[in-house]
């Protein structure tokens, strides 16, 4: 089945203890996305990547930082995670080709972060 | 800047009811426009999706058309169900391979038996 899997699904953590958020894609997708969202705030784009070794910042990159070693996985790391941090965050993939954008993305099941 | 405009929800219907969830959108250029759905605990799902104007998108009985000229990407289904309950996110991507996507806040939809 094409899906993209995120882990974990849930996490509590205090503030300051590095953590990792996997996501991995199972469609050869070359990009990658990373997402937040937050109530009244809709989705907001974090980090994403064309392709490996290729990524750039979004909207919303402060405190956050990811890594693109191979193509189908997208780790989001938070080195020193705030209360501020707390949200709900997806991991998406799309393919590319001439036209990127008529793809739509793929999206993950979710990771619900909560920071103390 | 470009931007997406959805209604406020919630959205409160009966079963059966006629379904509208206004979008509108400002964007340079000629965006692919959106529908996704987000069923509760779980991510979002692309329901529906228009390249390029006067088309329509459509599935699972819901459907939209891109209407240029006044910026706009409704989403409509005749007749909903309780399973129809969820979050609907109104979304554009931008062309010229930037591969932005910006999405709307999104409209809770409560359907009651």
């Known amino acids: 089945e094409a899906q993209v899997t995120q882990n974990p699904r849930y996490l509590i953590t205090v503030t300051g203890k590095k953590l990792t958020v996997t996501c991995s894609q199972n469609m050869n997708h070359e990009y990658m996305s990373w997402y937040r969202q937050d109530p009244g705030l809709g989705l907001r784009q974090i980090y994403y990547s064309m392709n490996v070794e290729v990524t750039d910042k979004g909207d919303v990159p402060e405190g956050y930082k990811v890594s693109r070693k191979e193509k189908r996985n997208f780790p989001l790391i938070l080195e020193s995670p705030s209360p501020n941090q707390t949200s709900l965050y997806f991991c998406a993939s799309s393919r590319s080709g001439d036209r990127p954008q008529i793809y739509g993305y793929t999206f993950g099941s979710g990771t619900r972060l909560t920071v103390v | 800047g470009d931007s997406v405009t959805q209604m406020e929800g919630p959205v409160t219907l009966s079963e059966e009811a006629f379904l509208t969830i206004n979008c509108t959108y400002t964007a340079t250029g000629y965006p692919s426009l959106f529908w996704y759905v987000q069923y509760p605990g779980e991510g979002l799902q692309l329901l529906l999706k228009?390249?390029?104007?006067?088309d329509k998108g459509s599935n699972k009985g819901f459907e939209a058309t891109y209407r240029k000229e006044t910026t706009s990407f409704h989403l409509e289904k005749g007749s909903v169900q309780v399973s129809d309950s969820a979050v609907y996110f109104c979304a554009l991507s931008l062309p010229s391979g930037t591969y932005k996507y910006i999405f709307g806040t999104g409209t809770r939809l409560k359907v009651l038996a």
């Open positions: 228009a390249t390029k104007a006067d």
